[in-house]
Structures are given as structure tokens and as C-alpha cells.
């Protein structure tokens, strides 16, 4: 069982800089998909960035260039630099970590989600 816990949400006004971080139970950086997701009330959860079997990065064009997605393999921790925050950021944003494998029957599809941390960006 795959646990992930966020930490490191706040208010912070437009322009400043946040880091997330996701604690994850387990290596499991080789394996899986860990990315960082967001949903602000009303909308559906979008994906934000994602570390692809631990080396591989991928980012909602909207935070290129100002989030970046990073990892500390010694203590298992999934890391979201947010610098130059707008408004637009304003989200509770969530770790996910997911896993398929398609070569077994039956195929094998496994997400896990953290609980979530409140970004706030506010003047």
C-alpha cells in the first residue's frame, strides 16, 4: 500500500514562491508515475506536473517555466517549487502516484492519492 502525504500549502501573495512536498511510503520512484495535481472548487482535477519513472518530467503549460517538479530519493519526497505564483494557482493541490502494467492479465492499473494541501494566492 502506497501512502502519500502534502505538506507545505499556504496563502502567499501573487509573485511570491511556494514548495510542496509529498512524503511517500516505499521506493517507488522507478516504478511509478508520481505527479502533482490540482482541483479548484467547481472544476476537475488537473494534472500539473509529473516525474516519470523517477527522471522523466512533464508540465501543464501554464507553470512551465515557473513550477518545477523534483525528488530526494534518500527520504522518499516528491517536491513542487511554485515560484511566481498568480491567482490562477489558487488550488488544493494533490500527490499521485500511479502504476500500470498491461502485460499481465489482468492488466494493472493502481493510483494512490495524498489528502491534499490548500495553495491560496492572494494580495
Known amino acids: 500500500q502506497v501512502q502519500l502525504v502534502e505538506s507545505g500549502g499556504g496563502l502567499v501573495q501573487p509573485g511570491g514562491s511556494l514548495r510542496l512536498s509529498c512524503s511517500v511510503t516505499?521506493?517507488?520512484?522507478?516504478?511509478?508515475?508520481i505527479a502533482w495535481y490540482r482541483q479548484i472548487p467547481g472544476q476537475q482535477r488537473e494534472l500539473v506536473a509529473s516525474?516519470?519513472?523517477?527522471?522523466?518530467?512533464d508540465y501543464l503549460d501554464s507553470v512551465k517555466g515557473r513550477f518545477t517538479i523534483s525528488r530526494d530519493n534518500a527520504n522518499n519526497i516528491l517536491y513542487l517549487q511554485m515560484n511566481n505564483l498568480t491567482p490562477e494557482d489558487t488550488a488544493v493541490y494533490y500527490c499521485?502516484?500511479?502504476?500500470?502494467?498491461?502485460?499481465?492479465?489482468?492488466?494493472?492499473?493502481?493510483?494512490?492519492w495524498g489528502q491534499g494541501t490548500q495553495v491560496t494566492v492572494s494580495s
Open positions: 499521485n502516484a500511479h502504476y500500470s502494467n498491461d502485460l499481465v492479465r489482468p492488466p494493472i492499473v493502481l493510483d494512490f
Open positions: 516505499g521506493n517507488i520512484f522507478s516504478q511509478y508515475t
Open positions: 516525474l516519470i519513472r523517477g527522471s522523466i518530467t
